[in-house]
């Protein structure tokens, strides 16, 4: 299963740079994690700040 980005995203940008597979774009007003890509690692949840990614 792979993550996605909650409501809660604050945009901060913490987990764009951890994602290993590129994985984690910049949306409209959210961070956006392309499903195609993510391989479920969740090194994006172990550095936000708000818990914004999760498995979905």
């Known amino acids: 299963m792979t993550y996605v980005i909650k409501d809660s995203c604050i945009s901060c940008g913490a987990c764009e740079p ?33 818990d914004a990614p999760v498995e979905g």
Do not use: L, Q
Request: aromatic residues 4%.
């Open 18 to 50: 951890e994602c290993p597979v590129e994985a984690i774009t910049e949306g409209d007003s959210i961070y956006v994690i392309d499903p195609d890509k993510c391989i479920d690692c969740g090194a994006c949840a172990n550095v936000c700040p708000v």
